[in-house]
């Protein structure tokens, strides 16, 4: 049983590009979270996925998108990158909305 | 205030060991609580989850709550070097006695038990 899968590993950008990251949850898990950890912090929630939309925000700007597709697998887009952005990029999923949340093992962002 | 404050540490400790690790939180109407694990390059991986005061133990990790004190623990005995990792305190947010699977992060504490 696959865990929760996230690609690409590590990714290099400047500053001023987009980015797409991807994620496929647990079998059998229908929600996704999205969440930024910086270095040497904890993880910060982005948004959260269900039946293929937003249901949460956490405080990022609009700049942050996403997507999930009928299969529950889900995208995060980031537009016009700043250096700031640079990050661990967290994917998490769950059976509906609740809290036992199993994470992926992140993509590396770094923006140049 | 931050709504979870975590001391990031470092704390290292020999092998053996019992290692205290500890969260305070802002919010009286949180209900649940959570203990993450992170491997170094992994993603963080659920230790215990938790709902109302007291104790929950699980093998060499015990789980205290505290609400009078809004302060939440993380107790390993016998601590192993491969409990070296940094662990993270988290609450979901709660409104009204229902979940939706918001998770807020304590910073983390970095943990290396030596042997």
């Known amino acids: 049983d696959a865990g929760v899968t996230q690609s690409p590993t590590h990714l290099i950008k400047t500053r001023g590009q987009q980015v797409t990251l991807r994620c496929s949850p647990k079998s059998g898990h229908d929600t996704v979270s999205w969440y930024q950890q910086a270095l040497g912090q904890g993880p910060q929630f982005i948004f959260q996925y269900y039946e293929e939309e937003e249901r949460q925000r956490g405080n990022f700007p609009d700049r942050f998108s996403g997507h999930q597709f009928p299969n529950y697998s889900s995208e995060l887009n980031v537009n016009a990158l700043l250096l700031g952005d640079s990050a661990l990029y967290l994917c998490?999923?769950?059976?509906?909305?609740?809290?036992?949340?199993?994470f992926g093992p992140g993509t590396r962002l770094t923006v140049l | 205030q931050k709504e979870v404050e975590q001391d990031p540490g470092p704390l290292s400790v020999p092998e053996g060991a019992i290692v205290s690790l500890n969260c305070t939180y802002s919010?009286?109407?949180?209900?649940?609580f959570m203990w993450y694990r992170q491997y170094s390059r992994k993603g963080p991986e659920l230790l215990m989850y938790t709902y109302s005061s007291g104790n929950k133990e699980d093998g060499r990790f015990t789980a205290q709550v505290d609400k009078s004190s809004k302060y939440i623990s993380l107790f390993i005995r016998d601590s192993q070097p491969s409990d070296s990792a940094t662990y993270l305190c988290?609450?979901?947010?709660?409104?009204?006695?229902?979940?939706?699977?918001?998770?807020?992060f304590g910073q983390g504490t970095i943990l290396t038990v030596h042997p």
């Open positions: 988290a609450i979901p947010y709660n409104a009204g006695g229902t979940s939706y699977g918001k998770l807020t």
């Open positions: 998490a999923s769950s059976l509906g909305l609740g809290d036992s949340q199993f």
């Open positions: 919010n009286s109407a949180f209900q649940y």
